[in-house]
């Protein structure tokens, strides 16, 4: 076998602890699929996550801890606010996850060393680990939706254990295939790539991600001005929140049916008992139709609360929007998915005011719905971090 020189690898792959090669013991493990060994990693994961405090911060905290330690401190309060985090998740009590939203931001900062000094406090406050992409999310969610609400008790984790990973795959999990190797030796090198990649820290991903694609840097202003032209035009086609949200909803789920059909064709294949069966285009398409108009309904008839929060705080907030003549802004995109996955899996949310009333008022008061406590203003997240640490037990 030809040797690949180290010289010849990534700069990043170079970077990687050496340690986390466990190529050798999965080779000697041959009987455990990559499949069940990732989702055991996870769902480990998710155990250690679950046992601490989980504390969100949008990209405006992020800025506010980088400038405390620049020693620039914005705000006094914002110099405690870093180092009760920073105490708090070197004792291991809590943790601020990382999320492609938060790489996605600090890629965006085109100066080298306030992009790094960012990336570091992230790896440092996140302890490395991120919330799934938004694509493993959404079909996590959905299967769990479709698995609990059957009429027969089924053991299954709860969606909040599952909804983690590590920093080195916030964009997805990807394995080597169709390698030269034969069947177990490639099943042994993708599960050593998972463990390779749970080295990766975030000043390095964000260094070999830079500069990253345009089009993942900035939502375009016109994108808003369409949001807003769209809401005149049909700003007289509800008559209350209720009616606006199902048809938020409806975008929605229309949004997702990529989602939707891979869910439904996880189903096809599982209830054939086969993986990889190729299933018919028009039994897919049916089968999401179908599923799309089966939650549709139970949002309708009230049957839905907590489940599916990916689809009910977007479609809430867009709704909560159009119902209050709100116009959305400039990087409103972004603050509104920070919120799709701080409000479900995290006990505190750090954000904008504007956004934080959004959520609290009434008709979303999506805070109580989710327990996750919305913070803003420096003396309120200051007091939300206390609080919550100081509650005995993690939810």
Not at 371 to 376: F, I, K, L, N, P
Request: aromatic letters at 10%.
């Amino acid at each position: 076998m030809t040797e690949v020189p180290i010289s010849a690898c990534p700069e990043w792959l170079q970077a990687l602890d050496p340690k986390f090669d466990t190529l050798s013991f999965h080779l000697q493990h041959p009987e455990i699929s990559p499949d069940e060994y990732i989702r055991s990693q996870h769902i480990a994961l998710g155990g250690q996550v679950l046992a601490k405090r989980r504390i969100y911060l949008d990209q405006k905290y992020w800025i506010y801890c980088r400038d405390v330690v620049r020693g620039r401190p914005r705000n006094p309060l914002h110099t405690e606010i870093y180092e009760v985090l920073r105490h708090a998740v070197k004792s291991g009590r809590a943790l601020c996850p990382a999320s492609h939203l938060i790489l996605e931001e600090t890629l965006k900062q085109e100066d080298p060393e306030s992009r790094h000094l960012t990336a570091t406090i992230v790896q440092e406050l996140s302890a490395g680990v991120a919330l799934q992409p938004f694509p493993v999310l959404f079909q996590a969610e959905i299967l769990h939706f479709l698995t609990t609400t059957r009429p027969w008790p089924v053991d299954v984790y709860p969606c909040e254990q599952m909804a983690w990973t590590y920093i080195g795959n916030v964009f997805g999990h990807m394995s080597p295939v169709s390698t030269a190797f034969d069947a177990d030796t490639e099943k042994a090198i993708q599960k050593a790539w998972f463990d390779l990649m749970t080295a990766m820290q975030f000043p390095l991903l964000a260094k070999s991600m830079f500069p990253p694609p345009s089009d993942i840097l900035r939502t375009p202003l016109e994108f808003y001005d369409k949001q807003n032209e769209q809401c005149r035009m049909h700003e007289n086609d509800f008559s209350s929140f209720p009616e606006v949200f199902l048809i938020e909803l409806a975008g929605g789920l229309d949004v997702h049916k990529n989602e939707l059909g891979a869910v439904q064709l996880y189903l096809d294949q599982k209830h054939v008992g086969q993986d990889g069966v190729v299933v018919p285009t028009d039994n897919i398409a049916e089968g999401t139709r179908m599923l799309s108009n089966l939650i549709y309904h139970a949002f309708r008839l009230g049957k839905i609360e907590r489940q599916l929060p990916g689809l009910r705080i977007i479609a809430g907030i867009h709704a909560a929007m159009r119902y209050k003549r709100q116009k959305h802004r400039r990087g409103d995109r972004h603050d509104h998915l920070h919120a799709r996955v701080a409000l479900p899996y995290c006990d505190l949310f750090l954000t904008e005011k504007s956004l934080g009333h959004l959520l609290c008022d009434k008709p979303l008061e999506y805070d109580r719905l989710y327990g996750c406590r919305v913070a803003w203003g420096p003396e309120d997240a200051l007091h939300a971090i206390d609080a919550l640490l100081n509650q005995t037990t993690a939810c």
